[in-house]
């Protein structure tokens, strides 16, 4: 499986971006699908994951309300929808999917960089 996420770019604050993750492969690897970031000198975070039947789980408080995930199981894509963006949002996103079942996400995309200037 290969996961192609794009859709990153300079915004200003409070701008919008949606982002894509396109997976190619066994649709049976995806049957979750998710998003990360990682803001430069931190740890990676977990944002939010979508399972195949569009059950959502958001990891991170700071994007409640402004975020939302959502998936084309058509055309194996995952999307993440970004409003109201701040500054600390800046990051590289990146995509990941997994098997039903599994206990980590197995599946990476190469990841896509967001910047938000104030």
């Known amino acids: 499986v290969q996961l192609q996420a794009s859709g990153g770019g300079l915004v200003q604050a409070g701008g919008s971006l949606r982002l894509s993750c396109r997976a190619s492969?066994?649709?049976?690897?995806?049957?979750?699908m998710g998003w990360f970031r990682q803001a430069p000198g931190k740890d990676r975070e977990s944002i939010v994951g979508?399972?195949?039947?569009?059950?959502?789980?958001y990891h991170q408080d700071s994007v409640a309300g402004r975020f939302s995930i959502s998936r084309d199981n058509a055309k194996n894509t995952a999307y993440l929808q970004m409003n109201s963006l701040k500054p600390e949002d800046t990051a590289v996103y990146y995509c990941?999917?997994?098997?039903?079942?599994?206990?980590?996400?197995?599946?990476w995309g190469q990841g896509t960089l967001v910047t938000v200037s104030s």
């Open positions: 990941a999917a997994a098997r039903a079942g599994a206990t980590e996400y197995t599946y």
């Open positions: 492969g066994s649709t049976s690897s995806t049957y979750l």
């Open positions: 979508i399972t195949r039947s569009g059950g959502i789980r």
